[in-house]
T-cell receptor
Framework: ETGVTQSPTHLIKTRGQQVTLRCSSQ?????VSWYQQALGQGPQFIFQ???????GRGNFPPRFSGLQFPNYSSELNVNALELDDSALYLC???????????????FGEGSRLTVL | KNEVEQSPQNLTAQEGEFITINCSYS?????LHWLQQHPGGGIVSLFM???GKKKHGRLIATINIQEKHSSLHITASHPRDSAVYIC????????????FGKGTHLIIQP
């Protein structure tokens, strides 16, 4: 039990649609990052939020966007869905002060997105 | 950009065997994480290392900063250790997130 919950756990969308995935972190965890994991691959870094500001981004296009809220929850939004966006999306949070990844990470169970 | 290589990709062993999984990276890091992923997707953090060695139960993780190499060892392996083990690194200020290896798929047979 990591204390990080993600919703929904599974969802199916069609190409061109938009999706919002949600992550609820432990209280006080002010750093959250999102990752995309295609089947059989390691996760890929999408972006990181620290105190509600994006402070790091991987090689993902602008149609991947996010928000972090004062209540330690966050969202990943993906517009204009493509077939290749089908993947497991994971969020991870860390302790206060761990704006850098020098502390333990707490992962959610992931949201599995299928784009048809 | 850091490149993270793990070996072996797949490993099948008998219960009780000593297991070693290796991770190499190409660029200096501020921290290295060993993670465990079970079928269904959930990831659990096992260790975070920046130097030396850590032990938790039957798991031991070591890192050699000069050689840019880390190992995860499992002593007295058990079928419940069957999972994918992933090495991930972060460098600089950490705002680059984590760079992950592709994982080692471990199966421990009774």
């Amino acid at each position: 039990e990591t204390g990080v919950t993600q919703s929904p756990t599974h969802l199916i969308k069609t190409r061109g649609q938009q999706v919002t995935l949600r992550c609820s972190s432990q209280s006080g965890h002010n750093t959250v990052s999102w990752y995309q994991q295609a089947l059989g691959q390691g996760p890929q870094f999408i972006f990181q939020y620290y105190r509600e500001e994006e402070n790091g981004r991987g090689n993902f296009p602008p149609r991947f966007s996010g928000l972090q809220f004062p209540n330690y929850s966050s969202e990943l939004n993906v517009n204009a869905l493509e077939l290749d966006d089908s993947a497991l999306y994971l969020c991870a949070s860390s302790h206060p002060g761990a704006g850098v990844y020098t502390g333990e990470l707490f992962f959610g169970e992931g949201s599995r997105l299928t784009v048809l | 950009k850091n490149e993270v290589e793990q070996s072996p990709q797949n490993l099948t062993a008998q219960e009780g065997e000593f297991i070693t999984i290796n991770c190499s990276y190409s660029v200096g890091i501020s921290a290295l994480h060993w993670l465990q992923q079970h079928p269904g997707g959930g990831i659990v953090s096992l260790f975070m290392l920046s130097s030396g060695k850590k032990k938790h139960g039957r798991l031991i993780a070591t890192i050699n900063i000069q050689e840019k190499h880390s190992s995860l060892h499992i002593t007295a392996s058990h079928p419940r250790d069957s999972a994918v083990y992933i090495c991930a690194v972060t460098s600089g200020g950490g705002a680059d997130g984590l760079t992950f290896g592709k994982g080692t798929h471990l199966i421990i047979q009774p």
